[in-house]
């Protein structure tokens, strides 16, 4: 079994961090998008006369575009406490820059764990 190094957990922590806003804010469009495309779903029943097969049509857009937004509004839900923690809290905006300095002492004591040798003191082992 491989052992997986602190740094590779701290990188990944820090990735995840740095992903979140963005997927959060991408996530967040798209509902709103969806939002607007099911406004003009509604209108478009409400102010158009239409024949029966086009009922059905809209029927099936409006389905796609509720399943789409449940999508993207369960990514919202699922990013949104860490993006309000990363957003409202300069605790937690600081502990991620000492962490950002952590993780390059570590890789940096990893690097010469991994590299390091023995040079004999002793002149009879020479």
């Given at each position: 079994?491989?052992?997986?190094?602190?740094?590779?957990i701290i990188s990944t922590f820090l990735k995840?961090?740095?992903?979140?806003?963005?997927?959060?804010?991408t996530a967040y469009g798209f509902v709103s998008e969806k939002d607007k495309e099911l406004t003009d779903i509604t209108h478009k029943a409400e102010l158009t006369k239409l024949k029966q097969n086009e009922k059905a049509k809209l029927m099936t857009e409006l389905q796609y575009n509720r399943r789409e937004r449940r999508y993207w509004k369960n990514k919202v839900d699922e990013f949104q406490p860490l993006y309000e923690l990363m957003s409202?809290?300069?605790?937690?905006?600081?502990?991620?820059?000492?962490?950002?300095?952590?993780?390059?002492?570590?890789?940096?004591?990893?690097?010469?764990?991994?590299n390091r040798t023995y040079k004999p003191r002793a002149k009879k082992n020479q």
């Amino acid at each position: 079994m491989k052992k997986v190094k602190q740094s590779e957990i701290i990188s990944t922590f820090l990735k995840l961090v740095d992903a979140i806003q963005k997927e959060y804010e991408t996530a967040y469009g798209f509902v709103s998008e969806k939002d607007k495309e099911l406004t003009d779903i509604t209108h478009k029943a409400e102010l158009t006369k239409l024949k029966q097969n086009e009922k059905a049509k809209l029927m099936t857009e409006l389905q796609y575009n509720r399943r789409e937004r449940r999508y993207w509004k369960n990514k919202v839900d699922e990013f949104q406490p860490l993006y309000e923690l990363m957003s409202n809290s300069k605790e937690f905006k600081s502990a991620i820059a000492q962490l950002k300095q952590v993780l390059g002492k570590v890789r940096k004591a990893e690097e010469y764990l991994e590299n390091r040798t023995y040079k004999p003191r002793a002149k009879k082992n020479q």
